[in-house]
């Protein structure tokens, strides 16, 4: 007698988040992963000496257990975004995969704003205005950058 | 059979891992008192490091991060205020990575996230101003006591997988913290709500301060205070913990960037390690148990803490 096996329950269907959500986990997935690309070439050129860095590898044992101030002082890296000019830089260029970590939450944030904005609801878009703002004044370099 | 061997051979795995760890640092050190190391042993012990905090945290429920600063600023020679900007960036990859899938899943809610999120990365940025303001010893000190407190968290507090709820405060119903999700375990659809909102406000803006100060992540804190304090599902109190985190770490980690307490010798090393480390341990969760795991932790935290403790106060340098 052949058994039929018996069917088997059907799965719950998987709940819609907001389309809200949706686009940030989006748009966030996008950005982190751009970010962990460039984190890891930058990184690949650094080690393997594609470039020229600002601070020789051999010179960072003496360094890296100095205070960051005192680091800065004595390799020249400059506080807040001057590290821009120093790109070119093998250890500096990998601040921009860094940077690009750091800063991936705001496109998803912006875009969040946006779709709330359109269905009035103006309680979560001032919410994600006030942590963009809050991201982007510590991004800016303004608070205490240098002592 | 393969039941039965599983505890020991968890145990022996996760022993390894753990000695491991505190092994690596005390080779390259005695290499270095011969004066033979060359500048990528550090980096190369950081990374084997990290590759094994990464295994044992996922099992042990406690992000990366949590380990990471104290085991690294103790054991390692770079300065504290480079460990906890490495940190930061470690507890912020972690987020980035794992925020897309539970945001999809609707284990982590972007309403409930993002007032507190606010309020915690505004006194992140505070926090991280005053870490590196303050004399490297005193927030060795501080660290100290803060793992030795987490300590006392991972082996007091209580979980509750599904907290009632009777009615929403004002506050979250206004905001529309609520959510659904479909539970892994039972198969069902669970709707929830949150309560005491203003409460949990007010305790995110301290969280934000030790994240931010600490570089140590904050998960341990965030979990408690949705779970048992606001009454979100355990599951999404841990998804929506991981969002926070990755805002809040955003702008704390800028405040460490600008001031070039990040160096990508230290942090990229770090990161790419918790990362693969954490893959494989979430590939062994089936095989390792998770209660051993979590007692080894316990016990590396505890010892990480007295640690810091210790060298902040100038007795165990």
């Keep these: ?147 | 059979m393969t039941r039965s061997s599983g505890p020991p051979r968890s145990r022996s795995l996760a022993a390894l891992s753990c000695g491991l760890l505190l092994a690596l640092p005390a080779q390259a050190a005695s290499a270095m008192a011969d004066g033979a190391v060359a500048w990528w042993v550090w980096p190369l012990a950081l990374f084997v490091a990290c590759f094994l905090i990464g295994i044992v945290a996922v099992p042990a429920g406690i992000g990366g991060g949590t380990l990471f600063v104290p085991l690294i600023g103790g054991f390692f020679p770079f300065h504290l205020d480079f460990v906890r900007g490495a940190g930061l960036l470690v507890a912020l990859a972690s987020a980035l990575a794992a925020a897309p899938v539970l945001l999809r899943s609707g284990l982590a809610s972007l309403r409930l996230a993002l007032p507190l999120a606010l309020l915690a990365s505004a006194s992140a940025i505070g926090g991280a101003l005053l870490g590196l303001a303050l004399p490297a010893s005193v927030v060795q000190i501080a660290l100290g006591v803060i793992v030795l407190g987490i300590v006392a968290l991972m082996l007091s507090a209580k979980k509750s997988e599904f907290p009632q709820v009777e009615r929403p405060d004002r506050l979250s119903a206004a905001l529309r913290m609520n959510g659904v999700f479909i539970d892994g375990a039972s198969g069902r659809q669970v709707d929830w709500q949150v309560h005491r909102t203003p409460l949990g406000l007010v305790l995110f803006l301290g969280i934000g301060v030790l994240a931010g100060m600490f570089g140590i992540g904050a998960g341990w804190a965030n979990v408690p205070a949705l779970n048992l304090l606001m009454g979100a599902p355990l599951k999404v109190s841990a998804g929506t913990s991981g969002l926070v985190l990755s805002l809040v770490d955003s702008s704390a980690a800028w405040v460490y960037i600008n001031r070039g307490a990040v160096l990508p010798m230290i942090a990229v090393p770090s990161v790419l390690g918790m990362m693969l480390g954490a893959r494989i341990g979430a590939q062994l969760l089936g095989v390792l148990k998770g209660a051993v795991i979590r007692k080894l932790v316990i016990t590396l935290l505890l010892f990480a803490g007295l640690r810091a403790l210790l060298k902040g106060l100038g007795i165990w340098l």
């Design chain 1, 1 to 147: 007698m052949a058994v039929t096996p018996a069917p088997a329950p059907p799965a719950a269907p998987v709940p819609r988040q907001s389309p809200e959500q949706l686009l940030y986990a989006r748009l966030l997935d996008w950005g982190a992963r751009l970010g962990f690309v460039l984190l890891v070439a930058g990184f690949a050129a650094y080690v393997l000496g594609w470039a020229d860095a600002l601070v020789p590898l051999e010179q960072l044992p003496q360094l890296w257990n100095q205070p960051a101030d005192v680091f800065r002082q004595r390799t020249g890296m400059p506080a807040g975004w001057d590290w821009l000019a120093l790109v070119h830089k093998a250890d500096v260029a990998n601040l921009v995969g860094i940077a690009l970590l750091a800063g991936c939450s705001l496109p998803p944030l912006l875009a969040a704003m946006g779709l709330y904005l359109k269905q009035r609801e103006w309680a979560p878009a001032l919410l994600c205005a006030g942590v963009v703002a809050v991201v982007l004044l510590a991004a800016s370099g303004l608070l205490g950058v240098g002592h």
